[in-house]
């Protein structure tokens, strides 16, 4: 009886602790950039864009949390990665197969984009500086943005076959394959 008596005790208690876990799991809160992954179809390519979408939240983006002429993670937390499965060519260059950490440096009329062979690195470093190699690049191309049709509250990657658009606030960011 004794015997019993323990082994229901210790079910309650068992019981009673996978509650609790399960309780302080569900009231995490929400990341402040949660981790997207844009997936398609490029002219036949499969393309993957993993970022982490950071949102407006009544913040100047453009010129101010984004400043213009500075390299930036294209995101937010780790640095954004775009992985193809076959070569692209973007603006009559060759990106070759592979995954790549993608940086752009925003402009008032140009941003150049940023395919950079190291990947894996947290997107910026202690001092706020972009974790970007210049030395590791393997195609820098110049785009054009345009103000968008919406306002995107969140950072959202769209992949479509002529290419893939950086949507954030009232900006589209179009990056055109051929």
């Known amino acids: 009886m004794k015997s019993i008596t323990l082994k229901r005790s210790l079910l309650l208690s068992l019981f009673g602790t996978m ?3 399960t309780m302080m799991a569900q009231d995490k809160p929400a990341p402040a950039s949660p981790a997207e992954v844009a997936k398609g179809t490029i002219k036949g390519v499969n393309v993957s ?7 407006v939240k ?9 400043p213009y002429d500075k390299v930036w993670r294209a995101g937010a937390n780790e640095a954004t990665i775009f992985t193809t499965d076959k070569p692209l060519t ?4 060759t990106l ?3 995954k ?25 470093k202690r001092d706020g500086s972009t974790t970007e190699d210049p030395a590791k690049d393997v195609l820098v191309v110049t785009v ?17 076959d002529k290419g893939f658009t ?13």
């Open 100 to 124: 790549y950490s993608l940086y752009a440096t925003p402009g008032e009329k140009e941003w150049k984009i940023i395919f950079n062979s190291q990947t894996g690195q947290w997107g910026i």
């Open 166 to 178: 950086l949507d954030w606030d009232n900006l589209s960011v179009p990056v055109w394959v051929k």
């Open 144 to 160: 054009k943005p345009v103000k968008s049709a919406t306002m995107n509250e969140r950072l959202v990657y769209k992949i479509s």
């Open 19 to 21: 509650m609790s876990l």
């Open 90 to 93: 973007i603006q009559g260059k």
């Open 96 to 98: 070759p197969a592979g």
């Open 49 to 55: 864009i993993a970022y982490s979408s950071p949102a």
């Open 58 to 66: 009544g913040r100047q983006i453009w010129g101010g949390l984004v």
